[in-house]
């Protein structure tokens, strides 16, 4: 058999593995079914920022949070990414078109004067696993996507100064600091609520140092007020014993009913020997 007539067998097929979907990030807002996993998954995210910040991050506790999706003109979103048996929440992001609650420390005025109609954004929250893989910037750009639909001109949000991977992230997509507010501390050494007595300033020349009064009290002079002393008596009351004599009957015959007999003064008690009188 020759090499023109061999014939050439086909290399086999072998079999090359389905490439698998990547992951699809979803956007929705939030319904009042999901506000439990949202709460927990706001605990996890801002846990270990809570512990270097000064400023605690929100949600401050889950009553605010519930009360925040009861009000009027705040825009809650939902990014999820949807797994094999249930989807995931990687993302969340709360944004408001005016100043809310009663703690804000937000200027309205600062933004009028400039000419500013911004789009506050209260939170933004990604998932710690999910980091790096560009869940913050479709975030931002949902964001901005909002911002232009409502009419607004800028996107107004509040980070820790010491946050340096956030300020990072901002930086990187053009925003700039609106303000130069930060915190300052300065130790104070622990002593004694009481300071030490202090010497007086010598007086000045031509003046004399007005007299210091002492009042004497009853300590220092060692007089003391004697007062009789109170003794509690009892109110005896007085009782008059009056006793009847008996009349002679030649006496009454002679007074008629008009007149008045006068009563003779009782005779002195009169104590007989030998016990008392029956």
């Known amino acids: 058999m020759t090499d023109a007539k061999r014939k050439t067998r086909k290399p086999a097929e072998t079999a090359t593995p389905a490439p698998e979907e990547e992951p699809v990030l979803r956007v929705r807002r939030i319904h009042r079914r999901d506000l439990n996993r949202v709460w927990e998954f706001l605990k996890l995210v801002f846990r270990d920022v809570n512990r270097e910040t000064v400023e605690y991050q929100r949600p401050r ?20 990414v949807q797994g094999e048996e249930k ?5 969340y992001a709360e944004c408001a078109f005016e100043i809310t609650g009663s703690d804000n420390w937000m200027n309205e005025r600062y933004f009028a004067k400039h000419d500013m109609r911004p789009l506050f954004v209260e939170e933004l929250a990604v998932h710690t696993g999910y980091q790096g893989r560009g ?22 949000l509040e980070v820790a100064e010491n946050n340096e991977r956030a300020l990072n992230f901002y930086k990187s997509r053009s925003f700039y600091r609106l303000d130069a507010a930060i915190f300052l501390a300065k130790k104070v050494v622990a002593e004694d609520e ?26 220092a002079s060692g007089k003391r007020k004697t007062e009789p002393p109170k003794t ?8 008059t014993v009056i006793k009847a004599v008996p009349l002679a009957p030649s006496v009454l015959e002679n007074v008629s009913d008009d007149a008045t007999v006068p009563v003779p003064p009782p005779p002195p008690s009169e104590k007989p020997e030998g016990g008392s009188t029956s």
């Open 135 to 156: 869940i913050g910037g479709f975030l931002l750009e949902q964001l901005e996507h909002l911002a232009r639909v409502r009419g607004c001109t800028h996107l107004v």
């Open 194 to 219: 009481l300071l030490p007595p202090r010497a007086l300033k010598k007086p000045r020349p031509g003046t004399s140092p007005a007299p210091v009064r002492a009042r004497k009290t009853e300590a």
């Open 61 to 80: 506790s889950k009553r605010r949070f519930l009360e925040v999706y009861e009000e009027e003109g705040i825009e809650q979103l939902l990014f999820e």
């Open 232 to 239: 509690a008596t009892r109110g005896a009351r007085k009782t």
């Open 87 to 91: 989807s995931e929440i990687v993302g």
